[in-house]
T-cell receptor, first 114, second 112 residues
Framework: NAGVTQTPKFQVLKTGQSMTLQCAQD?????MSWYRQDPGMGLRLIHY???????DQGEVPNGYNVSRSTTEDFPLRLLSAAPSQTSVYFC?????????????FGPGTRLTVL | DAKTTQPPSMDCAEGRAANLPCNHS???????VYWYRQIHSQGPQYIIH???NNETNEMASLIITEDRKSSTLILPHATLRDTAVYYC?????????????FGKGTKLSVKP
């Protein structure tokens, strides 16, 4: 199993540009989520999904969109990038949203918005 | 906001036990205590979780006080590779959401 994969690893954007961060998992997990981590801080939840076709907002959803058309993929879209979105983005998945067991995290995407 | 309080940093000598404390005085009866760690900006890694009994796995032991208001993560023989930020998280088990709420954690430095 590849686990949770994220692409790209690094990205530089200009203010106002849009882009999609990709996240995929091959463990048939129902629950997937996106977090951002700013320097010296813990992770903050952006959006999450408890299954294909179902998404919901987390703590800091503004400026981001998600969709979940398949169990495997959970892309995160930045609609109009802003410097405040400079951060490291982590995707995670787990067998169920019920907290049964561990969440698996991807390696992260490091995004800089100029 | 995170429901837990952890010291911002700790040091430990290599080969010694590392004891990381966590206070969660407002924990509810259906909330579990989870521990994750993050090594050098990698994705967080699950370590262990428990409700009220002490738990042990191949990575660590978790000791939860009888009143469940605090807990201690124990790395029995710390190595340099255990240098990381350790997060203590309380979360509901069995609900419809698996969201983790991270605080700032404890930065553990294991020294030779």
């Amino acid at each position: 199993n590849a686990g949770v994969t994220q692409t790209p690893k690094f990205q530089v954007l200009k203010t106002g540009q849009s882009m999609t961060l990709q996240c995929a998992q091959d463990m048939n997990h129902e629950y997937m989520s996106w977090y951002r981590q700013d320097p010296g801080m813990g992770l903050r939840l952006i959006h999450y999904s408890v299954g294909a076709g179902i998404t919901d907002q987390g703590e800091v959803p503004n400026g981001y969109n998600v969709s979940r058309s398949t169990t495997e993929d959970f892309p995160l879209r930045l609609l109009s990038a802003a410097p405040s979105q400079t951060s490291v983005y982590f995707c995670a998945s787990s067998y169920s949203g019920g907290g049964r067991g561990e969440q698996f995290f991807g390696p992260g995407t490091r995004l800089t918005v100029l | 906001d995170a429901k837990t309080t952890q010291p911002p940093s700790m040091d430990c000598a290599e080969g010694r036990a590392a004891n990381l404390p966590c206070n969660h005085s407002t924990i509810s009866g259906n909330e579990y205590v989870y521990w994750y760690r993050q090594i050098h900006s990698q994705g967080p890694q699950y370590i262990i979780h428990g409700l009220k009994n002490n738990e042990t796995n191949e990575m660590a032991s978790l000791i939860i006080t009888e009143d469940r208001k605090s807990s201690t993560l124990i790395l029995p023989h710390a190595t340099l590779r255990d240098t990381a930020v350790y997060y203590c998280i309380v979360r509901v088990y069995g609900g419809s959401q698996g969201n983790l709420i991270f605080g700032k954690g404890t930065k553990l430095s294991v020294k030779p």
